[in-house]
């Protein structure tokens, strides 16, 4: 799987959006980028995933850039249940129980 | 909606103990993956099954296995329990068959071994 590279750890206001970006210049062209976010020790999150399209659910929003070497997960209204560690992750579509590599993430830390 | 299903929750043993964790799966999910979370650590794979059939396996001790069964519930027995077991264990489940192996994981069973 592709290698995935996230800051460390972002702040953000309550009430803005959250951008948090991802780099994966080596995806392969079937590989999906997935989100997921870890509320502290709960089991981690399924958030968003797409391939080439920009994508969005009730939780977020995703875009992929054209290159798809990049991607970010926009949280639209931040509030501090948002709180988290989120990971980026790359994978083919289907791998038939291959595991999901977590790390290191990006730490959000919403604020009042 | 029904979640991934965990048991227990919270589990203490001595070291040199056995232990074992139960993971339901969503309905109609036919795999299941199990991971471990030791403290300040990211979740780390340790063994996955797809219809009953052991499909990938991670950094596992050899004195943890697992299997999956005919209702595709999944135990994970632990042997030999040392200290550096004590971790969170989440399980996840996904419904492969139908064309996405979209994870979701369970809420966690926490070890501590004495």
């Known amino acids: 799987d592709a290698k995935t590279t996230q800051p460390p750890s972002m702040d953000c206001a309550e009430g803005r959006a959250a951008n948090l970006p991802c780099n994966h210049s080596?995806?392969?062209?079937?590989?999906?980028v997935y989100w997921y976010r870890q509320i502290h020790s709960q089991g981690p999150q399924y958030i968003i995933h797409g391939l080439k399209n920009n994508e969005t659910n009730e939780m977020a929003s995703l875009i992929i850039t054209e290159d798809r070497k990049s991607s970010t997960l926009i949280l639209p209204h931040a509030t501090l249940r948002d709180t988290a560690v989120y990971y980026c992750i790359v994978r083919p579509p289907i791998n038939y129980g291959q595991n999901f590599v977590f790390g290191p993430g990006t730490r959000l830390s919403v604020l009042p | 909606a029904a979640g991934v299903i965990q048991s227990p929750r919270h589990l203490i043993k001595e070291k040199r103990e056995t232990a074992t964790l139960k993971c339901y799966p969503i309905?109609?999910?036919?795999?299941v993956y199990w991971y471990q979370q030791g403290p300040g650590q990211d979740p780390q794979f340790l063994i996955s099954f797809y219809e009953k059939m052991q499909s990938d396996k991670g950094s596992i001790p050899d004195r943890f296995s697992a299997q999956q069964f005919s209702d595709y519930h999944s135990e994970l027995n632990m042997s030999s329990l040392e200290l550096g077991d004590s971790a969170l264990y989440f399980c996840?489940?996904?419904?492969?068959?139908?064309?996405?192996?979209?994870?979701?994981f369970g809420p966690g069973t926490r070890l501590t071994v004495l």
């Open positions: 080596t995806i392969s062209g079937n590989e999906y």
């Open positions: 996840a489940s996904s419904r492969t068959s139908s064309g996405t192996d979209t994870q979701y």
């Open positions: 309905p109609r999910h036919d795999t």
